[in-house]
């Protein structure tokens, strides 16, 4: 009934910028909390960014001050805003959408598929 798509990603130099988009569609009553992950070559996934239905963000360490997390309600889209690129930056994004159906119904996390960012020294 939902999916989540992400987008934007490629390949860059460093230094350079992107922008990811994270589009749910479906079913939607509302969406809740929405994080960025990211996953390296033979690496586990990890939280980049995620922010709240209050607008309150946070930030892996690795990338304060370069990446940025948005969201435009009106478009069911969460944005990453990601600059100053570094080549440790090269992996695959993931976008994590908690979404409600129904204001009777629980939220249920929906996953992305991903999209690569490679970023070249």
């Known amino acids: 009934q939902v999916q989540v798509v992400e987008s934007g990603g490629g390949l860059v130099q460093a230094g350079g910028s992107l922008r990811l988009s994270c589009a749910a569609s479906?079913?939607?009553?509302?969406?809740?909390?929405v994080g960025w992950y990211r996953q390296a070559p033979e690496k586990q996934r990890e939280l980049v960014a995620n922010?709240?239905?209050?607008?309150?963000?946070n930030y892996a360490d690795s990338v304060k001050g370069r990446f940025t997390i948005s969201r435009d309600n009106a478009k069911n889209t969460v944005y990453l805003q990601m600059n100053s690129l570094k080549p440790e930056d090269t992996a695959v994004y993931y976008c994590?959408?908690?979404?409600?159906?129904?204001?009777?119904?629980?939220?249920?996390?929906?996953w992305g598929q991903g999209t690569p960012v490679t970023v070249s020294s």
């Open positions: 479906g079913r939607i009553f509302g969406i809740g909390p």
């Open positions: 994590s959408a908690n979404i409600r159906h129904s204001s009777a119904d629980r939220f249920t996390m929906y």
């Open positions: 922010i709240l239905t209050t607008g309150s963000t």
